[in-house]
């Protein structure tokens, strides 16, 4: 096993000389918040988070990524590291919610938008059929569904929820095959 | 016998539909979907299973609309900006400001990386046998994030990180062929401290006994509160604290403090906790 910490104070070495310039980690953590963004967001939100407290959440996830870079810390894998950092932090936030809430007031204070009824009537019966079944899937199979979405790997799905491979193909799939049968009975 | 086959499992399908499944198992699927059409009418159920929910999620997202990427990502900008700013960051080659300065294990810098290595190593005048109160310089020639002296100074010398990780610590032990240290009985050390801008490298790092004669980590500790003193009150350098505290400790304790021996109250001094 090589020795991290020397590996950093080297590769830090060649860094800028200036404090003041740009860090290359710097710049690799806002583009991957670029890419990431949106479906953390979305992610977070699936698990029961206020968007509000979601984009909170997906702050600190990238802070505490900008030190996992810094400090040389394994760097395959990135998204399904953010993932998992923020799915932790989202979890220990709904956790502590109702007692003390874990994170700004004004994010109490800013409900999220909820759709007009007219829009949802627009949908076709076969979207309606697909939302009712993936209500109705268990949250860990949504979640799988969503983070898979998201572009994660199976193998990375795995690490974010700590389950096994084998468990989350399982429920993909099962999920999968239940929207597929639900909207093939009707047409 | 196509018949005889048997069918790929859901799993399987899956994982091959994604990219996921492992050779040499990849290949017989592969093969039996080319004969299968049940399999592949299964495939193609779930691919429609993918569209679906795709058009569901996107319908049940766009209920909930996102603030614009903007606002957010100059926010995290703007605290990965004061993260830096308060780490002890930029750390640069000074090989310059010390013209006696060595790279460290050169040959293993040179597989790591081209350029810029900042491990210094100062090979002492001393080749003492390892450990006692001062580090065998081949081993430990110290090894510093380059600092400025008022990054050194805005952090507490207190807050300075200065618990080796365990397993950096066994390396140092292995390093010094101690193969099971008592507990209690040693430190492991830093040779530059933190404080005062050393790494936490397996360079900068040696077991001093606490019970080896009068020259113990404490009084180094003295030493090094000292030295940090006179460099954030701007009477001494920092590359030459640095430098000073690298080459012979116990030489710079005696001049500084104008005695042969440590100084009762720096015997006592307790500042880290031993390694247990
Ligand atoms: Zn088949």
Same mark, same amino acid.
């Not at chain 1, 999220?112 to 627009?122: I, K, S, T, V």
């Not at chain 1, 949908?123 to 860990?140: D, F, K, M």
């Not at chain 2, 080459?247 to 001049?255: E, F, K, L, N, S």
């Given at each position: 096993m090589a020795d991290n910490a020397w590996i950093q104070s080297v590769r830090l070495a060649r860094g800028p000389a200036t404090a003041s310039a740009a860090c290359p980690e710097q710049e690799e953590v806002v583009h991957l918040f670029g890419e990431l963004r949106v479906p953390l967001l979305r992610y977070l939100h699936g698990l029961g988070l206020p968007v509000c407290d979601c984009e909170d959440v997906a702050q600190d996830a990238f802070l505490a990524l900008l030190r996992h870079l810094r400090a040389g810390k394994p760097r395959d894998h990135l998204p399904a590291w953010v993932f998992r950092v923020s799915r932790n932090l989202a979890l220990k936030c709904i956790q502590q919610t109702s007692a003390q809430r874990c994170l700004?007031?004004?994010?109490?204070? !800013?409900?999220?938008?909820?759709?007009?009824?007219? #829009?949802? !009537? !627009? %949908?076709?019966? $076969? #979207? $309606?059929? +697909?939302?009712?079944?993936?209500? @109705? =899937?268990?949250? %860990?199979?949504?979640?799988?569904?969503q983070l898979r979405a998201a572009g994660l790997s199976y193998r990375a799905i795995a690490g974010v929820l700590d389950v096994s491979l084998g468990s989350v193909v399982a429920c993909v799939s099962r999920a999968l095959s239940r929207i597929a049968r639900a909207t093939s009975q009707e047409k | 016998m196509r018949a005889a086959q048997q069918h790929i499992t859901d799993e399987e399908l899956i994982l091959t539909m994604d990219g996921e499944l492992e050779e040499p198992r990849r290949g017989a699927v592969d093969r039996h979907l080319n004969q299968c059409w049940a399999c592949r009418a299964r495939r193609a159920e779930f691919e429609r299973g993918i569209e679906n929910y795709l058009a569901a999620q996107r319908s049940l997202d766009a209920a909930v609309p996102l603030p614009p990427a903007a606002g957010p990502t100059a926010r995290l900008r703007a605290s990965l900006d004061s993260a830096m700013a308060q780490e002890p960051a930029g750390w640069r080659s000074a090989a310059s400001r010390w013209p006696r300065a060595i790279l460290a294990g050169a040959a293993a810098a040179a597989m790591a990386v081209p350029v810029g290595v900042t491990l210094l190593a100062w090979f002492g005048t001393k080749n003492l046998e390892a450990p006692g109160p001062l580090p065998d310089a081949r081993l430990t020639p110290g090894a510093v994030r380059l600092i400025s002296q008022q990054q050194v100074c805005v952090v507490p010398a207190e807050d300075e990180g200065r618990l080796v990780p365990a397993e950096l610590a066994r390396r140092v032990f292995e390093q010094y062929r101690i193969a099971s240290p008592k507990p209690r009985a040693y430190e492991v050390d830093y040779l530059i401290s933190p404080a005062l801008g050393g790494a936490t490298v397996l360079q900068n790092l040696w077991p001093v006994p606490y019970s080896d004669g009068v020259w113990t980590s404490r009084v180094k500790d003295a030493l090094e509160d000292h030295l940090r003193q006179l460099v954030c009150a701007g009477?001494?350098?920092?590359? +030459?604290?640095?430098?000073?505290? /690298? +080459?012979?400790?116990?030489?710079?304790?005696?001049?500084?403090?104008?005695? $042969? =021996?440590?100084? /009762? @109250? %720096?015997? $006592?001094?307790?500042?880290?906790?031993?390694?247990?």
């Open positions: 700004d007031e004004d994010c109490a204070n !800013a409900p999220d938008r909820a759709a007009n009824p007219e #829009e949802q !009537a !627009a %949908h076709s019966q $076969r #979207e $309606r059929t +697909t939302r009712a079944v993936i209500a @109705a =899937l268990a949250p %860990h199979d949504r979640q799988c569904l | 009477k001494l350098d920092l590359a +030459t604290a640095q430098q000073e505290i /690298a +080459t012979d400790w116990i030489a710079v304790y005696r001049r500084y403090f104008r005695t $042969r =021996l440590p100084v /009762a @109250a %720096h015997a $006592r001094f307790v500042k880290d906790s031993p390694w247990e």
